[in-house]
Structure formats: structure tokens, C-alpha cells
């Protein structure tokens, strides 16, 4: 059972280009979330999504930043017109349909976005 | 809202020694999970220990431990006998409330272990 894949783990964008980063969660789990970490700060939460719904974007930036989980496929974190401030690492985590709050999110590996 | 402050940036151990991780939270929810994880140079995000807010009883995972401190809203984890491959960032976290879904992550601390 394949872990959660993140892909590209590493990106390089310049200012004003997109980003579009994917993450395809642990066989079964219908629950992703998007992580953000900037250079030595902890994982600030972005957004949640279950399968083509958004259940909570209250960390997501209010411009520039989309993200879906379609019916079929990867969740995909978009950036859109990319600045140098967006340059972090962005995490996906996954868990199962029936998560509660003990269980553990499982995360991927990360996609390092760099902005130049 | 609830916040996970971690003070130390970065600690240093001898290898075999012991070593712990200090962690404060906030929060004005009775019900709530804790967790530990640790973060090797990979950036893999790897689940260390948890602890359930109603259970008085500190977790134990082999060489991790914790000293959950509710009423002072302390967290702090132990690493016994470190070893090299302990040596990473550990981050506290909290989950729990109305939202069960969003996890609050601390600064971290940068582990070193010396040979």
C-alpha cells in the first residue's frame, strides 16, 4: 500500500508563472489536506477537501491559491501568478473516510516550490 | 484559537544519553489529541507518539515518552538512549475541538545528536 504521493518534489517557477502541485492520497482515504511550510517555521494548515468538496479553506490565501479533489485523480494545489513570498514546502496529508480526531494524518513527502 | 508554542529551536545530545523536548499549547477545548512528529532531512512528516487529552496515563512508544501536563497545557517529549538516526526536527501538534480535521503545528526543534 503505496504511502501519499506528492509530485513534483521539487519546483521551480518564476514570478507571474503557475504552479500546479499534486498529491494522490493513501489507497482508500477520501480525506486530503494541504500543509504549508515556510523556511524554519512549522506546517500551517491550508485547506481540507474531501472528494469534490472543499469542507474547510479558512488558510488558504484569498488570492492567487485554488485547490480541488475531483471524483477521479490527484488533489491539486494551484498557485496562480507565483511570488517569491510562495516559495515554501507544501505538504499533502491524507486519512480515511471515517477519520476522527485521534487518528494521524498521514503526510507525503513534500513538493519544495522556489520562485526566482 | 489555539496555538502549540515550542521554545527551543535547537537542542544537542550526546548519543546514548537522554534528551527532552519541551511544548506548550493553548487551547480552551476539553477534548483534544497531542502528537509528536518527527521530520528527518527527506521532509518526510513521521508520527512519533500521541496522547489523548482525557487519558492521564502518558504514552510510551520504545525509547519515546511523554510528560502531558493538562492543567499546565504542557507537552513534552523524552527520547531515551538517543541514537544518530534520532537526529531531526520534532514537531509538537495539536488536533482536537470543533475541528478535528486541522492540525496546529509548533516551530519545531532542530535535534542534534553527537557521536
Known amino acids: 500500500n503505496a504511502g501519499v504521493m506528492q509530485n513534483p518534489r521539487h519546483l521551480v517557477r518564476r514570478r507571474g508563472q503557475e504552479a500546479r502541485l499534486r498529491c494522490s492520497p493513501m489507497?482508500?482515504?477520501?480525506?486530503v489536506y494541504w500543509y504549508r511550510q515556510l523556511p524554519e517555521e512549522g506546517l500551517k494548515f491550508m485547506v481540507y477537501?474531501?472528494?469534490?468538496?472543499?469542507?474547510?479553506e479558512s488558510g488558504m490565501p484569498k488570492e492567487r491559491f485554488s485547490a480541488e479533489f475531483p471524483k477521479e485523480g490527484p488533489s491539486i494545489l494551484r498557485i496562480q501568478q507565483v511570488v517569491r513570498g510562495d516559495s515554501a514546502a507544501y505538504f499533502c496529508?491524507?486519512?480515511?473516510?471515517?477519520?476522527?480526531?485521534?487518528?494521524?494524518?498521514?503526510f507525503g513527502q513534500g513538493t519544495r516550490l522556489t520562485v526566482v | 484559537a489555539q496555538t502549540v508554542t515550542q521554545s527551543q529551536p535547537e537542542m544537542s545530545v550526546q548519543e546514548a544519553e537522554t534528551v527532552t523536548l519541551s511544548c506548550t499549547y493553548d487551547?480552551?477545548?476539553?477534548?483534544?489529541?497531542l502528537f509528536w512528529y518527527k521530520q528527518p532531512p527527506s521532509r518526510q512528516m513521521i508520527l512519533v507518539i500521541r496522547?489523548?487529552?482525557?487519558?492521564?496515563q502518558n504514552a510510551t512508544e520504545n525509547r519515546f515518552s511523554v510528560n502531558f501536563q493538562k492543567a499546565a497545557k504542557s507537552f513534552s517529549l523524552k527520547i531515551s538512549d538517543s541514537q544518530l538516526g534520532d537526529a531531526a526536527m520534532y514537531f509538537c501538534?495539536?488536533?482536537?475541538?470543533?475541528?478535528?480535521?486541522?492540525?496546529?503545528f509548533g516551530s519545531g526543534t532542530k535535534l542534534n545528536v553527537k557521536p
Open positions: 501538534a495539536y488536533k482536537g475541538g470543533n475541528n478535528f480535521n486541522k492540525f496546529y
Open positions: 477537501l474531501q472528494k469534490e468538496n472543499i469542507i474547510d
Open positions: 496529508a491524507s486519512s480515511p473516510p471515517k477519520a476522527g480526531t485521534s487518528t494521524e494524518a498521514f
Open positions: 487551547t480552551s477545548e476539553s477534548d483534544y489529541y
Open positions: 489507497k482508500g482515504h477520501s480525506h
Open positions: 496522547q489523548e487529552a482525557y487519558k492521564q
